[in-house]
Nanobody
Framework: QVQLVESGGGLVQAGGSLRLSCAAS????????MGWFRQVPGKGREFVAG????????RLGDSVKGRFTISRDNAKNTVWLQMNSLNPEDTAVYYC???????????????????WGQGTQVTVSS
């Protein structure tokens, strides 16, 4: 059973930073590709960032390149999303996701991820 719990969301002014955390349960965490997605009301989930099981490869969505970074610590079963230079368009519910299928690439579609957290709200005020 895989459980993902996000934390770190909140309200921040434009230009500010937030760091989201995702704590995962599961003995094979180091083998999972982990991803962050976000969703605003009325739209589908948008890929934000992904990281390979070892942490050696990362992938970022076009809208966050240069501002967000993803990292992980397999000893702590935790993945982080560092968000800098936030703007109001970053306002969304952010979800952590896990892909335990040992794929060779980092997926950007929601269908690549079999496990999801409950989400954490990020609100950026102008």
């Amino acid at each position: 059973q895989v459980q993902l719990v996000e934390s770190g969301g909140g309200l921040v002014q434009a230009g500010g930073s937030l760091r989201l955390s995702c704590a995962a349960s599961g003995r094979t965490f180091s083998g999972w590709t982990m991803g962050w997605f976000r969703q605003v009301p009325g739209k589908g989930r948008e890929f934000v960032a992904g990281i390979s099981g070892s942490g050696g490869r990362t992938r970022l969505g076009d809208s966050v390149k240069g501002r967000f970074t993803i990292s992980r610590d397999n000893a702590k079963n935790t993945v982080w999303l560092q968000m800098n230079s936030l703007n109001p368009e970053d306002t969304a519910v952010y979800y952590c996701a896990a892909d335990d299928q040992l794929r060779s690439s980092i997926g950007t579609l929601t269908s690549a991820y079999g496990y999801w957290g409950q989400g954490t709200q990020v609100t950026v005020s102008s």
